[in-house]
């Protein structure tokens, strides 16, 4: 496995994966770890991959990914990538969505183990009522992502 250290407006992300694709993306604040200097062959395209959705020119990502997990963990993860980018969907809607509206805790617990940070967008996930409820990165990034996705830009009057 190799594992990269890249700035983002939100962090050092990590990001840890081979030939077989992406395994992990996590968030750390900045000064945990050391931005690399090289990045490996497997890790590029992620890497820029990455870099161009953080410059707003990509809403959508398209390198191998190899996430580990249970079945249903892996299912959770396919229907998090069916929310499209500048959408949200509550944790009920997404446990009606998987076939099983009481299955909804075990929906948010998968959500909440998710691996891919940003490319298995679960932070498009939130409360039926609207709010921004359980992001293992913290709130304030999580309200950070859904404005950075939101297609309609809030204008300032003065």
Known sequence: ME???????LGITKIVG???GISEITVANAGDNAVSGVIA?????AVSQLNDYFLGKRTDFDFKLNPKGTEFQQRVWKGLLEIPFGKTMSYLELSKKLGDVKAIRAVASANGKNPLWIVVPCHR??????SLTGYAGGLWRKKWLLD????????SLF
Request: no cysteine.
């Open 3 to 9: 594992t990269a250290y890249i700035n983002s407006p």
């Open 18 to 20: 081979d030939e077989n």
């Open 41 to 45: 062959t497997e890790l590029q395209e």
């Open 125 to 130: 996930v939130i409360g039926t009522d609207g």
């Open 148 to 155: 950075h996705e939101n297609p309609l830009k809030q204008q």
